[in-house]
């Protein structure tokens, strides 16, 4: 079992920054493959970012490569998601999901969710 709690969202200007925090409960953590996906009023939740178990692979969405950062610290059972160059279409609400098999494909498959931090970008 895997509990997900995710912080750190809130309200910024386009152009902005925000890191978002997922803090992981579990023993298969460290194993586990990570992911952070986003899901806007009316639309379907979509992956965003993913990363293995040891932090050496990661993955984007064309949407957001190049101004956001997966990352993961497995001595705190944290992952984090840098956002940066922030535009009104990144607002959504974050969800950050694990999948303790640690499978090599990072844009699905998951079987844990976090509850959702809210993300809005103003114009």
């Known amino acids: 079992q895997v509990q997900l709690v995710e912080s750190g969202g809130g309200l910024v200007q386009a152009g902005g920054s925000l890191r978002l925090s997922c803090a992981a409960s579990?023993?298969?953590?460290?194993?586990?493959?990570m992911g952070w996906f986003r899901q806007a009023p009316g639309k379907e939740r979509d992956f965003v970012a993913g990363?293995?178990?040891?932090?050496?692979?990661?993955d984007y969405s064309d949407s957001v490569k190049g101004r956001f950062t997966i990352s993961r610290d497995n001595a705190k059972n944290m992952v984090y998601l840098q956002m940066n160059s922030l535009k009104p279409e990144d607002t959504a609400v974050y969800y950050c999901?694990?999948?303790?098999?640690?499978?090599?494909?990072?844009?699905?498959?998951?079987?844990?969710w976090g509850q959702g931090t809210q993300v809005t970008v103003s114009t």
């Open positions: 990363i293995n178990w040891s932090g050496g692979r990661t």
């Open positions: 999901a694990a999948d303790p098999g640690g499978s090599y494909f990072l844009r699905g498959g998951y079987d844990y």
């Open positions: 579990g023993r298969s953590f460290s194993s586990s493959t």
